[in-house]
């Protein structure tokens, strides 16, 4: 099943409450359980401005269709073809 980097652009994403984030993240869990076990939220990365997000899906569609429902952004979407890490140097 591919995996995609999902790029969300949030002003202000670093100073979210603990609260804000919870809020965000019990609302992207009920979207994924409406859509069915073929899409799966991984984890996150929060920056000062940008939330960035690893997702496993059998098509961009179905990210764009999570993002449409939950009323987050998906500004960019980005399929992983490869992944390295320092044991690739072996």
Known sequence: MPKYIIERELPGA???SNEEIQGI???SCKVLRNLGP????VQS???DDKIYCVYIAPNK???EAHAKEGGFP??????VNRMIDPTSAE
């Open 14 to 16: 670093g100073n979210l």
């Open 25 to 27: 993240s019990q609302k």
């Open 38 to 41: 073929q899409i799966q939220w």
């Open 45 to 47: 990365y929060v920056t």
């Open 61 to 63: 569609e179905m990210i």
């Open 74 to 79: 998906a500004n960019h979407i980005f399929q």
